[in-house]
């Protein structure tokens, strides 16, 4: 095992306490206009922008630093259009048979159903894959760890990336998301973890009345 090598921490750089509290407000005001669109616009989006937002996704905190993840971007119009057909009859399936009642009762107020025009009509779809291992140049597998840990991470950085960038993000979970492998080409030792909507919100678009825990809700300090 090559011994590790390490460096001096240059980029860390020690703030006054007020300033820190203001950024910290700063940041939170920013992040909490967040929200989940299902109305997106067909305005094209740079590529630029997708590519800087992922570079910083990739420099999430990950299990033994293995990156356990692959974004593939969709913009192909017939690409979107597989897509979109293969998760419309899962989720089909899902409204139809799979979702117990206190599921779908739970999903009435934010007005979802099987349809999804939104795979189609957004400029951007991101799939998201986790790797349970990759494979190194000889054919021998390289594990990784805390996988699901890590790509969730990532997809956290992600999603924040593309708000503070201007944009709107969806989060898709077809269940089962086996179909993304084979339309998006990739092995099957790669898990898809979800499909990330992109672009800019419909003009006009409307999202739930809801709300989000107060801090004593979902912390605790001891």
């Keep these: 095992m090559q011994a590790p090598t390490f460096i001096p921490h240059t980029d860390y750089t020690e703030r006054p306490i007020e300033e820190m509290k203001q950024?910290?407000?700063?940041?939170?005001?920013?992040?909490?206009?967040?929200?989940?669109?299902?109305?997106f616009s067909d305005r094209p989006v740079p590529r630029e922008i997708i590519e800087k937002c992922l570079l910083a996704a990739g420099t999430a905190p990950n299990g033994a630093n293995k990156q356990p993840w692959h974004f593939v971007v969709v913009s192909d119009p017939k690409v979107k259009k597989k897509i979109r057909v293969e998760a419309e009859k899962e989720e089909h399936e899902f409204y139809n048979r799979r979702a117990p009642e206190d599921w779908l009762e739970d999903l009435v107020p934010l007005g979802t159903d099987e349809n999804k025009p939104f795979l189609e009509k957004a400029p951007y779809?991101?799939?998201?894959?986790?790797?349970?291992?990759?494979?190194?140049?000889s054919g021998e597998k390289e594990k990784h760890y805390y996988v699901k840990e890590s790509v969730g991470?990532?997809?956290?950085?992600?999603?924040?990336?593309?708000?503070?960038?201007?944009?709107?993000?969806?989060?898709?979970?077809?269940?089962?998301?086996?179909?993304?492998?084979?339309?998006?080409?990739?092995?099957?030792?790669e898990k898809p973890f979800l499909l990330l909507v992109v672009g800019y919100p419909e003009d006009g678009v409307e999202v739930p009345d809801i709300s989000k825990k107060s801090l004593s809700q979902i912390a605790s300090f001891m």
């Excluded at 920013?30 to 299902?38: M, P, Q």
């Excluded at 894959?129 to 990759?134: E, M, P, R, V």
């Excluded at 924040?160 to 030792?189: C, Q, V, W």
């Design 23 to 39: 950024r910290a407000q700063e940041f939170y005001d920013l992040i909490k206009k967040r929200r989940t669109v299902r109305d």
């Design 153 to 189: 991470i990532a997809t956290g950085i992600l999603v924040t990336a593309l708000h503070n960038a201007g944009l709107a993000t969806l989060t898709h979970t077809p269940s089962p998301m086996k179909f993304l492998n084979e339309i998006m080409d990739r092995p099957s030792y």
């Design 125 to 137: 779809l991101i799939g998201i894959f986790a790797q349970s291992y990759k494979l190194d140049q």
